[in-house]
């Protein structure tokens, strides 16, 4: 099956603009929707085709990603973790 035979999801646009809202008022600059650093977080190595997120957060504790899980959550709004982005995390 190739990826151009998947049906594409539909964009909950009403729940990523209340999460976008949530998250730039909690996290204020630390909350980046600006297309350079979304465009920094989008590449993968893998086959599938490069999506930029709608934002970026950049937490400094447990507790802060617990939050931003919440709210996603809450709006049924996906959320991609996001490490350094060196992929070695130990994957195998």
Do not use: W
């Not at 999801?9 to 909690?26: H, S, T």
């Not at 204020?28 to 590449?43: K, L, M, S």
């Not at 993968?44 to 617990?66: K, L, N, R, S």
Request: hydrophobic content about 40%.
């Amino acid at each position: 099956m190739a990826l151009s035979d998947l049906n594409p999801v539909d964009r909950n646009e009403e729940g990523i603009a209340a999460v976008l809202g949530i998250l730039k008022q909690r996290f204020g600059e630390r909350f980046q929707t600006g297309e350079a650093i979304r465009g920094q977080h989008a590449h993968t190595t893998t086959y599938i085709p490069t999506q930029a997120p709608d934002g970026v957060a950049f937490v400094d504790t447990t507790e802060e990603v617990q939050e931003i899980v919440r709210a996603c959550a809450a709006h049924r709004v996906p959320v991609i973790a996001f490490g350094v982005g060196s992929s070695l995390e130990g994957h195998t």
